[in-house]
């Protein structure tokens, strides 16, 4: 496991959490689980294990947790190991005793997140290693899957990735969007640069999207903070840095894969925010494995 990920930590506080798993859960028991309802007796038992079927990084384990608790105190969820860690197949994840209706009516939907969950820290994880010797940072995008945002963030950290903007309250980024409307108006990017350092405090950061070598020129000269390199080839980024000449951080975006990722990082980027990290991930493959008590 990385030693910079050691202290990552869940991002959503206890409510947050439970209100994200409530959601999951009446998504899929609805009125209720009628197969385990009518088929397997309240007293019985069971003990299971979460399993790897294929090589990742793990991440998850603490929601999988919460599920557990939330659906039956009774059912005891222990850990083998942690967010971060990398499994080989066959490798056990975690253990789990308790009622086995309620480990039943439980299990998909641990099972669910920790999966997706580790597939983010898993892709992740693969982006990261690619520029390991580089200078550069490997962030995510808002291109998350609606209402797990944050979770998807924190399994980005924990694959050893950093965390672009949680929402749009947390930076100015211009982008080309605005740009048309505020062309149409007459304003130039200097002019919206200007407007949002008039109207933002000095905590905020600014950032623009530019898309030619003069649009880059011109919002360097005009002081923002960060260029965001719009699905530049890797040869016009290389142009883009030099003319930018350290007056801002540099950001590079879009069409960003694996296979192009080194040589956009070679340009002389600071960052490169990927949103394949989060929508374009393979899950993790996770299984569960029961045995069951019965008593009477």
Request: charged share 25%; net charge negative; glycine share 8%.
């Given at each position: 496991?990385?030693?910079?990920?050691?202290?990552?930590?869940?991002?959503?506080?206890?409510?947050?959490?439970?209100?994200?798993?409530?959601?999951?859960?009446?998504?899929?028991?609805?009125?209720g689980d009628v197969t385990t309802d009518n088929l397997i007796d309240p007293s019985?038992?069971?003990?299971?294990?979460?399993?790897?079927?294929?090589?990742?990084?793990?991440?998850?384990?603490?929601?999988?947790?919460?599920?557990?608790?939330?659906?039956?105190?009774?059912?005891?969820?222990?850990?083998?190991?942690?967010?971060?860690?990398?499994?080989?197949?066959?490798?056990?994840?975690?253990?789990?005793?308790?009622?086995?209706?309620?480990?039943?009516?439980?299990?998909?939907?641990?099972?669910?997140?920790?999966?997706?969950?580790?597939?983010?820290?898993?892709?992740?994880?693969?982006?990261?290693?690619?520029?390991?010797?580089?200078?550069?940072?490997?962030?995510?995008?808002?291109?998350?899957?609606?209402?797990?945002?944050?979770?998807?963030?924190?399994?980005?950290?924990?694959?050893?990735?950093?965390?672009?903007?949680?929402?749009?309250?947390?930076?100015?980024?211009?982008?080309?969007?605005?740009?048309?409307?505020?062309?149409?108006?007459?304003?130039?990017?200097?002019?919206?640069?200007?407007?949002?350092?008039?109207?933002?405090?000095?905590?905020?950061?600014?950032?623009?999207?530019?898309?030619?070598?003069?649009?880059?020129?011109?919002?360097?000269?005009?002081?923002?903070?960060?260029?965001?390199?719009?699905?530049?080839?890797?040869?016009?980024?290389?142009?883009?840095?030099?003319?930018?000449?350290?007056?801002?951080?540099?950001?590079?975006?879009?069409?960003?894969?694996?296979?192009?990722?080194?040589?956009?990082?070679?340009?002389?980027?600071?960052?490169?925010?990927?949103?394949?990290?989060?929508?374009?991930?393979?899950?993790?493959?996770?299984?569960?494995?029961?045995?069951?008590?019965?008593?009477?």
């Amino acid at each position: 496991m990385p030693a910079e990920q050691t202290f990552v930590t869940l991002p959503l506080l206890e409510p947050q959490l439970l209100r994200v798993i409530d959601t999951a859960l009446q998504e899929d028991l609805g009125m209720g689980d009628v197969t385990t309802d009518n088929l397997i007796d309240p007293s019985w038992q069971a003990k299971g294990v979460f399993y790897a079927k294929d090589e990742g990084v793990l991440a998850g384990i603490p929601v999988a947790a919460a599920i557990f608790r939330r659906v039956d105190p009774a059912i005891v969820f222990t850990p083998l190991l942690n967010d971060g860690d990398r499994v080989a197949r066959g490798d056990l994840i975690g253990r789990m005793a308790g009622p086995a209706a309620s480990i039943l009516r439980a299990e998909r939907v641990a099972l669910n997140f920790m999966q997706r969950l580790s597939g983010v820290a898993t892709m992740t994880a693969r982006y990261v290693a690619e520029v390991r010797d580089l200078p550069v940072r490997i962030t995510e995008t808002r291109k998350t899957t609606p209402g797990l945002r944050s979770l998807e963030k924190y399994a980005v950290r924990v694959g050893g990735g950093h965390n672009h903007r949680q929402n749009l309250a947390d930076g100015v980024l211009i982008k080309d969007n605005h740009l048309e409307a505020l062309a149409l108006a007459g304003f130039s990017i200097t002019d919206a640069i200007n407007q949002c350092k008039a109207r933002v405090t000095h905590m905020v950061r600014i950032e623009v999207e530019v898309t030619s070598l003069e649009q880059a020129r011109e919002a360097a000269e005009a002081g923002v903070d960060w260029i965001l390199l719009d699905n530049m080839p890797p040869e016009r980024m290389r142009e883009a840095v030099g003319i930018i000449a350290g007056r801002a951080k540099v950001e590079a975006s879009g069409g960003v894969t694996l296979e192009n990722l080194r040589a956009v990082a070679e340009a002389g980027v600071d960052l490169v925010s990927a949103g394949a990290l989060t929508h374009s991930y393979r899950a993790l493959d996770i299984s569960v494995e029961l045995n069951y008590k019965l008593k009477g």
